[in-house]
């Protein structure tokens, strides 16, 4: 799962801060960072205008995989918050 996350983050290149707590922005910096970008490259993504088949499939194809990034990314976190020692 760990490196998963990883992958998209590295291939999507960003990170990035979504809304959350701020105990949990300050004890999870990067990942709440990655949320943020995610959702601004999820946004962008949306914004994007090709025709009704927008890209051939792809930018649907790439908005699920910031989905399932997203997932992960908020796994982490809320693992994060139950284990502080980790």
Do not use: C, Y
Not at 22 to 41: C, F, G, I, V, Y
Request: proline residues 5%; aromatic residues 4%.
């Amino acid at each position: 799962m760990k490196t998963r996350l990883i992958k998209w983050v590295a291939a999507l290149g960003i990170l990035g801060l979504l809304a959350a707590p701020s105990m949990a922005a300050d004890r999870h910096p990067h990942l709440n960072a990655a949320k943020m970008h995610l959702n601004q490259a999820l946004n962008q993504l949306r914004a994007a205008s090709n025709g009704p088949e927008g890209f051939g499939g792809d930018r649907a194809r790439a908005e699920q995989s910031i989905q399932a990034a997203l997932e992960e990314v908020n796994k982490a976190i809320q693992f994060a918050n139950q284990h502080p020692a980790h």
